[in-house]
């Protein structure tokens, strides 16, 4: 009896302390999403995130950047989705997160429109002096705006800017209140269809000053959970490559296309339509100085720090810091680039 019974505590204690050892590797993480149109919906529909890193993750949606990154600040969130501006916004607070991935490049998301018989030519950029020029200010539209008239040698003293919602936008335009507008759907499709473009997101990023959609990650959950890093970043990877795969033959029946339906709501063509507006770079560009790499020369550190000055500008933000490097990382990327070939 004596033996029996040191056996079965014996039993109970190894049951213990497995028990005990599954909960201490059980893994959580919670992640803010929120409304953008991106081929990441499918795995996140799929919960390929879940089945491949075996962490539970709570999906939550957030409004805004600015909401989110709050709830990031007092510890509610682990991993979010926000704008470059509202990045730049945060890391300017001493928010101790990376930047480790782009969701999107805004591309031709956001552009400057020129209205049909304004008498602006879309192809001279000079006969925008004297008009009048509609933006909603400290958005990313509003910092590639006062960009490109830097580039064209344009003060914005010699335009009239004023400062409207998307949805204003659209209604000043159909009165013929405003000239040109620099803006985003669904704004953006209405006014293109008596505008033309003079200039996009994408081309102006191209000339070192870019706006995007990142991914971000509290520095001490992405140092606590490398292997979860660079899996999350692999899957993302893999769906940003099977869209473009796919742009261009993609159908209210296709798997990205219905899951953005699901996860986000809007009908499938506005997906469809969404999805082609953004660029998704894939690992190796985003672990190079086009992206992430590069320490203070990559792009995406130097459009921190020149969102952050701009930010300032505009009374947002109390300082610009010496040097966004810290907040930048390639690591993960480059990890999912090296894993994927």
Do not use: C
């Amino acid at each position: 009896m004596t033996t029996r019974r040191w056996m079965l505590a014996t039993v109970a204690a190894a049951s213990l302390l497995a028990g005990l050892a599954g909960a201490a590797e059980a893994k959580d993480v919670t992640i803010g999403y929120q409304l953008i149109y991106s081929p990441w919906a499918e795995p996140i529909v799929a919960k390929r995130f879940e089945k491949e890193t075996g962490y539970s993750i709570r999906w939550v949606k957030f409004d805004s950047g600015a909401k989110v990154i709050t709830a990031m600040a007092s510890g509610q969130v682990d991993i979010a989705v926000a704008g470059s501006s509202p990045i730049a916004a945060a890391a300017s607070q001493g928010i101790d997160f990376q930047l480790f991935w782009l969701l999107d490049d805004i591309n031709e998301a956001e552009v400057l429109v020129a209205r049909d018989g304004s008498g602006i030519d879309p192809k001279q950029p000079a006969t925008l002096k004297g008009k009048t020029l509609a933006v909603p200010f400290v958005s990313t539209a509003h910092f590639h705006t006062l960009f490109a008239l830097e580039t064209w040698g344009i003060q914005p003293s010699e335009i009239k800017i004023l400062n409207m919602q998307p949805n204003q936008i659209a209604a000043a335009w159909e009165r013929g209140d405003i000239d040109a507008a620099f803006v985003w759907d669904p704004a953006l499709a209405r006014i293109k269809k008596s505008g033309k473009v003079m200039v996009t997101s994408g081309e102006l990023s191209a000339k070192g000053k870019a706006t995007f959609d990142g991914l971000v990650a509290m520095r001490k959950f992405a140092e606590a959970n490398p292997e979860f890093m660079t899996k999350f970043v692999r899957i993302i990877d893999e769906a940003n490559a099977a869209y473009r795969q796919e742009k261009g033959k993609l159908g209210a029946d296709s798997p990205v296309v219905k899951a953005n339906v699901e996860l986000l709501g809007g009908e499938p063509q506005a997906v469809i339509d969404g999805l082609a507006l953004y660029g998704y770079p894939a690992a190796e560009e985003q672990a190079s100085p086009r992206w992430l790499g590069g320490g203070a020369d990559g792009i995406a550190v130097k459009a921190l720090q020149a969102t952050a000055e701009f930010l300032k500008a505009q009374g947002k933000v109390d300082q610009v810091l010496p040097d966004y490097t810290p907040f930048v990382t390639p690591a993960f990327a480059a990890a999912a680039a090296k894993a994927r070939s």
